[in-house]
């Protein structure tokens, strides 16, 4: 198999991945099988299209080759099933069909979208199932990407799959009425995707598939389908004002935080991006949290430095978030915006009600945050304590040593005064 | 041939190291990740991790009906794995040599640590006695 694909080819292939399963699970009605079949012909035309040239047609000839597989795959099991009929001549007829066919191309991709992000599966398994079925990305790059070996990952790839065929979801889109809930789900997985690659993006990483990338593609490709629904307009705005800022969050130390950042390294088009999205979306009325969020980021790219970000808006803003969501994130985020317009003090009684939170999985955020605030209000032996214990309870390497720094750098100072 | 190369503190080192300088600490992260390219540049490298600290750690036994009872008391001499270097070299003696690099990593003050590393084998699938 060729080790380095042509990047055109590669770019293809990952763009027909959904338009070429969509129509194969339609006919087939097999999600599971569907899936491998398209796996396997994907697998074909990276051997095949850099020798013998991408095909005139390439998404016919991806679903002949997926559909041959299939009705191999049903001769194989006729003794079971009562398919007998779907022969190699269905799967040219369906190649033809589909050419003329682009307008199912958008709701067949929704559809997928909805299956893969399906409340049913956990999160993990929704994250894998559309990282590979809609993102076309292949296992071992999903794998590499969630720091597994590749045959775990081609596990829970394929017991989400069997999730999916056991709960017996159709493949049809959702009625109006879940409809909103399942985009929500779609939105949520991608958010997580996004989450995943952006938290990853500090310190060197083996080659991977960039997540963050792949979020933003799959987050266009959502927003493509549905202009008019503002909280995917306010999701795509929220990746594309945070993502701007990736060059500036790594540096010589693993974590540059928001307020040391050079904004010099921020990616000024695509804030403009992300605030022209947002600008167009806010007014339309239905603000939700993905909008709210967005705006909270534009507000931080809009400041040309530091010390010219409009606390003020942002704790307005966290204000309206907090009515629509009791995330602990968003108590911890408020407090700290509290305590830049009211002063710390303001700040650490708004993160008390967070200690008795039992949501609040990860402590040392909490801890990290205490720290922060106890510094500002000039309490440093308590803050020395809690960057301590916040570095002990930190989940990452990078986290652990940047805590382990501030309570470093405080205790220097205190003992140079002494 | 695979070794494991691992590092591990008692709990009192372990907060030691919580007091160490800005300055010593980060001598020491550059170190290791140095260390690791280094690893990985030479084509040794196989895997490495940190672990959490050992204030979170749990130990797990099976209860009467193989449930989970989870407890956080150790003695004070226990030594807690810090982390470790999983490489793939020609000998034991050249494991030995980079697990002498790892050992000379900056402590206290920059100078070399000289904290002990413990070297074993990685035993491989290999099922050949010959028989």
């Known amino acids: 198999m060729a080790d380095r694909l042509d990047p055109p080819i590669e770019q293809l292939l990952r763009e027909m991945a959904p338009q070429v399963l969509s129509p194969v699970v339609r006919r087939f009605r097999d999600f599971a099988a569907a899936e491998d079949a398209v796996q396997e012909a994907l697998i074909a035309a990276t051997e095949q299209w850099p020798r013998d040239g991408v095909p005139a047609n390439p998404r016919g000839w991806l679903i002949q080759v997926a559909s041959r597989r299939m009705t191999d795959h049903i001769r194989s099991e006729v003794a079971r099933r009562r398919r007998e009929q779907v022969a190699a001549e269905e799967a040219e007829r369906l190649a033809l069909q589909v050419e003329g066919a682009a307008e199912t191309v958008d709701d067949d991709t929704l559809e997928l979208l909805f299956m893969c992000c399906h409340p049913a599966l956990t999160p993990a398994s929704a994250i894998a199932l559309t990282l590979r079925a809609v993102g076309g990305l292949t296992t071992a790059e999903i794998a590499n990407a969630f720091l597994v070996p590749e045959a775990t990952m081609a596990q829970r790839i394929s017991r989400a799959k069997q999730s999916i065929k056991e709960s017996g979801i159709p493949f049809q889109l959702p009625t109006a009425e879940d409809r909103a809930q399942r985009l929500r789900a779609v939105l949520h997985v991608l958010y997580l995707i996004f989450n995943e690659g952006y938290a990853s993006s500090a310190g060197p990483q083996l080659r991977r598939a960039d ?28 990746m594309l004002l945070t993502d701007a800022r990736r060059a500036a969050r790594t540096g010589p130390e693993e974590l540059v935080p928001l307020a040391q950042q050079n904004r010099a390294l921020w990616d000024r088009q695509q804030i403009a991006e992300g605030i022209a999205l947002l600008s167009a979306a806010l007014p339309k009325g239905a603000v939700g949290p993905y909008q709210l969020q967005a705006a909270i980021a ?15 808006q942002i704790l307005a803003l966290y204000e309206l978030l907090k009515h629509m969501s009791d ?12 305590a830049m317009v009211h002063g710390p003090r303001k700040g650490l009684e708004l993160l008390n009600a967070l200690d008795s939170d039992p949501r609040l999985a990860e402590r040392h955020r909490l801890e990290a945050v205490r720290a922060h605030l106890l510094e500002m209000s000039g309490e440093h032996e308590a803050a020395i304590t809690n960057y ?6 930190a989940t990452s390497l990078p986290e652990r040593n940047y805590l382990m720094m501030q309570a470093a750098r405080l205790s220097d100072l205190r003992r140079a005064d002494q | 041939m695979r070794f494991i190369l691992m590092m591990t503190g008692t709990r009192a ?19 290791m990740r140095a260390f690791g390219k280094e690893l990985k540049d030479s084509g040794v490298f196989v895997a490495t991790e940190g672990l959490g600290w050992p204030g979170e750690a749990k130990m797990v036994r ?13 003695p004070e001499s226990k030594e807690f794995l810090a ?24 402590g206290p003050g920059g100078k070399p640590g000289g904290i002990p590393i413990e070297v074993r084998q990685v035993l491989s699938g290999h099922a050949d006695l010959g028989l």
């Open chain 1, 211 to 238: 997540l963050s990338d792949e979020a933003i593609r799959l987050m266009r490709i959502v927003y493509d389908l549905q202009p008019d629904n503002t909280e995917v307009a306010g999701l795509l705005a929220l």
């Open chain 1, 298 to 312: 534009a507000v931080h790219d809009e400041a040309a430095r530091t010390e010219d970000t409009d606390w003020p």
């Open chain 1, 327 to 338: 995330n602990p994130m968003i108590v911890l985020n408020h407090a700290v915006a509290a």
């Open chain 1, 388 to 393: 301590r214990n916040a570095a002990s309870r």
């Open chain 2, 13 to 31: 080192n372990w907060d030691e190291y919580a007091k160490w300088s800005k300055e010593d600490l980060e001598q020491n992260v550059a170190f």
């Open chain 2, 62 to 74: 099976a209860g009467k009906n193989g449930e989970a009872i989870t407890d956080g008391v150790f």
């Open chain 2, 83 to 106: 982390g470790y270097w999983i490489i793939d070299v020609e000998s034991p003696e050249q494991a030995y040599k980079i697990a002498a690099r790892a050992s000379a990593a900056p």
